[in-house]
Structure formats: C-alpha cells, structure tokens
C-alpha cells in the first residue's frame, strides 16, 4: 500500500490527538519539487513569481520549502503565472509519483527475495 503521508493513527501533541501534516509527504514533496523546477525553467525568481501572482515572496517561498499548501485554484495561477497550462504540471507531477512508485514496488520486491 502507497504512503499518501496521511497516517490512520493520529499523533498525540500536548494531550491532544492530531494528524499528521500532509504537507510534508514525500507524495506532496514531488508537488513542490515540480513546481520549484518550472519555476526555474520559466527564468524566475521566488519574488517574482510571487510579484506575478500578487502575493508576497515569503509566500512562494513557503510553498517551496513545504510550510504552506497550494489549492488547486492557487495552483492553477501559478502554472498560468509560469506560461503553462496546469494539465503539463499535473502531467509532470504524474510521471514523477509513478516512477517513485514503480521504484518502491522494485525495492519491496528485492527485499522480500531476499528474506
């Protein structure tokens, strides 16, 4: 079964129960990775794309370093703020968790022949 970085258990903070962030999944970190490349492959700065989307830099750097998560309406923005249509980045995105997936189910394969 796939790690969607959301865990059924919730986690226990000061007494209170609470679930995991998914912001810091590896799945969501393919997100981020894709957006930081096509970003730098439009030729643009953090400021800049931020100046583009009429936000603050330290908003797009946010995104960037995993603290903050995009909507798919804050997603598309930015994919029409960097000259893409939002269906190449959701492609892109798509490629990247299927080859990771694809290695995990080859690395769980040669453990278990292993055993």
Do not use: W
């Not at 079964?1 to 919730?10: K, S």
């Not at 799945?27 to 931020?50: F, K």
């Not at 995009?70 to 269906?87: H, I, K, N, T, W």
């Amino acid at each position: 079964m796939a790690d969607t970085g959301v865990n059924n258990a919730a986690t226990v903070i000061s007494g209170y129960a609470r679930r995991p962030n998914p912001v810091f999944s590896s799945e969501y970190g393919v997100v981020r990775e894709v957006l930081i490349e096509a970003r730098r492959q439009a030729g643009l700065s953090q400021r800049a794309l931020a100046a583009r989307l009429e936000k603050t830099g330290s908003h797009v750097a946010m995104i960037e370093r995993g603290q903050r998560r995009v909507d798919l309406l804050e997603f598309c923005r930015m994919a029409d703020s960097l000259g893409l249509p939002a269906q190449e980045l959701v492609r892109r995105i798509e490629e990247r968790l299927s080859r990771a997936a694809q290695a995990a189910n080859a690395d769980a394969g040669s453990l278990a022949k292993a055993s």
